[in-house]
T-cell receptor, first 112, second 114 residues
Framework: SQQGEEDPQALSIQEGENATMNCSYK?????LQWYRQNSGRGLVHLIL?????REKHSGRLRVTLDTSKKSSSLLITASRAADTASYFC????????????FGKGTTLSVSS | DAGVIQSPRHEVTEMGQEVTLRCKPI?????LFWYRQTMMRGLELLIY????????DSGMPEDRFSAKMPNASFSTLKIQPSEPRDSAVYFC????????????FGNGTRLTVT
């Protein structure tokens, strides 16, 4: 069953603009992770935010977490053509163990 | 670090045939996961192992699917008999045994069943 759901499904922007993707989930979590997938490749871990954290930064990435709304956002600043990929949020269900459940992803297209 | 290695990268087979997908996790990782990705259903967890022991196989769609992990460095996912609706990209991922550990994915096996 799906835990995280990303919004929007697709996003097209110009280089240099910021890209914001949102994720909503259903159950209580221990942490939330964001992954990136380039076409034809496996997913790559970007950043993890724990349930007791509200914001986290890594380079051009900024992640927020609102556990009261069961939602998270991923902001990519000053986007580049190389950021073109699909982005997924993943959560663990703290009642069910450590396996991550992924949303269907947001497809980001950055044009130069 | 060679990363998670999956084989084959592509598999085309006819309905009814047996298919075996292989995965070598990152050395030292205690958890191994099999996921299936399709456009319609996204990324679905099929089964995962901790220390070579299957923990949750509730995502395995049918008895036609089976997975094994005979040792810490090798896992297989078998489909017998295969059906066209099994066509998908199958990913293997590994991680340290920790709820906060990131998953490391292989590049997947693209399975086409005709």
């Amino acid at each position: 069953s799906q835990q995280g759901e990303e919004d929007p499904q697709a996003l097209s922007i110009q280089e240099g603009e910021n890209a914001t993707m949102n994720c909503s989930y259903k159950t209580s979590i221990n942490n939330l992770q964001w992954y990136r997938q380039n076409s034809g490749r496996g997913l790559v871990h970007l950043i993890l935010i724990r349930s007791n954290e509200r914001e986290k930064h890594s380079g051009r990435l900024r992640v927020t977490l609102d556990t009261s709304k069961k939602s998270s956002s991923l902001l990519i600043t000053a986007s580049r053509a190389a950021d073109t990929a699909s982005y997924f949020c993943a959560t663990d269900d703290n009642q069910a163990g450590t396996a991550l459940i992924f949303g269907k992803g947001t497809t980001l297209s950055v044009s130069s | 670090d060679a990363g998670v290695i999956q084989s084959p990268r592509h598999e085309v087979t006819e309905m009814g045939q047996e298919v075996t997908l292989r995965c070598k996790p990152i050395s030292g990782h205690n958890s191994l996961f099999w996921y299936r990705q399709t456009m319609m259903r996204g990324l679905e967890l099929l089964i995962y192992f901790n220390n070579n022991v299957p923990i949750d196989d509730s995502g395995m769609p049918e008895d036609r699917f089976s997975a094994k992990m005979p040792n810490a460095s090798f896992s297989t996912l078998k489909i017998q008999p295969s059906e066209p609706r099994d066509s998908a990209v199958y990913f293997c991922a590994s991680s340290l045994l920790s709820g906060a550990a990131p998953l490391h994915f292989g590049n997947g096996t693209r399975l086409t069943v005709t």
